[in-house]
């Protein structure tokens, strides 16, 4: 049997989530002695730090196994940390080809893969931390996924509540999910790497950048609205290195009217932006969940509407009322909301909103929740949901419904 070929490979590649990898020694980066390829000083500094070797795919714990010695006793293949010994670097027992597995289908295409190919199998555990990924099922709360990762010394991009109540899987990710790590790590769209739904069909798809990715793009970002497409039974998040981290809820309390307070809080269009904070919208909270990752992702690398990868800062204004408020009473303060909103949409025309924190009241709820990927969402909802059995209130192909959403018009 011989070593599977360039084309072999990239088929396997295709069925893989992750690019193949190609691990080499570590003490490769010391070689050639005069001029090293990499930074040696740190693999001098970390040749026994044992998370250090359990970040980098193919290493071993212990250095002394990555030699490679005959049976007979008379060769040894090894890439020495000190590389002033003047022997070569060899690769020793690393293993020259990895799989880096997240998923259940990555484990299967590899071991197929050596199976057709006789090749030998060596299966490590832990691995590149950068990318530990956590996959939460429907129903569990933010407040059990934070417990789970802190638990592992990581940070994962989550919805903020007082007692984590909001689901990791359902709604938040479905309309987009912001977050105080936002600005750092991205949406929860940006974070999401894979869903596993149930659709109208009953099929129990996986959806992620290589498996249905149209609907992985949909998913990431419906514009809320998450039971458009099906029932999500899991979403699988990458997780980030814990930080010290120190947050909180603060307020900004506008105590003058004059430009010159607004011009602090917001650079440039601070007319306006003080003309409506100040005068029409008094009650609005301002938070700071854009820009940094958020700003830095692709908009239209998911669903979500391109606005909120752009935007500056996610603006609420509400207005409640009593639980035993007379009627009049309601309808004036919805009458307020309407007003908020018709503001918000002057101050910022080519902007959008976060479904989840919407207004009934957009003159274009389409191009406010959806933006220019209105039309691709919905020709995705006809592929997964052939019998429109998934539709929510202004969500994707909600219009070819009657205002209760009961039948097609
Ligand atoms: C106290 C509080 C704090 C919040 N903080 C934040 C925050 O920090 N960041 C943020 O982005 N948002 C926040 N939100 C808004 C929150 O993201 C939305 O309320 C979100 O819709 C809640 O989703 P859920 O699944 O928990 O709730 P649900 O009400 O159960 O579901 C909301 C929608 O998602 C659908 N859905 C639920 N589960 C599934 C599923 N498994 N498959 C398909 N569809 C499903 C439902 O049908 C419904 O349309 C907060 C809300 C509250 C009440």
Redesign the pocket.
Known sequence: MCWPSQSDFATLQTRLSQLLIAPTPLAAACYPPALPTGNCTDVQHNWFNSLWRADHPGQMQAPNWEAYISPNGTVLDVCPMNATLEVNCSQGNVPVLGVDARTPKDIQAAVKFAVKHNLRVVIKNTGRTPVAVLTVG?GV?WFEAYDAVYAHGRDIVG????MG???S????I??????ILAPKYGL?VDNAVQFT?VTSTGEHLTANAHHNSDLYWALRGLG????TY????SVSYQTHPAKPLVGGPFTAVVISTTNSTADKLIEGNYQRVADTSLTQVTNASYYL?AGGAVAKADPDSAGINPARHKALVHTVAGHGWANDASLENIISAKEKVKGFTRSLERLSPASGA?F??ASLYYADPKQTFFGPHYEKLLAIKKKYDPHDLFV?TQGVGSDECDPSLTCRV
């Open positions: 429907a709360q919805g903020v509540t007082s109540s909001v689901g899987v359902g709604g938040w479905g309309g987009g999910g912001h977050s929860g739904i809320g609205g998450s039971g099906g029932v999500v039974t969940v976060y989840n924190e929510v």
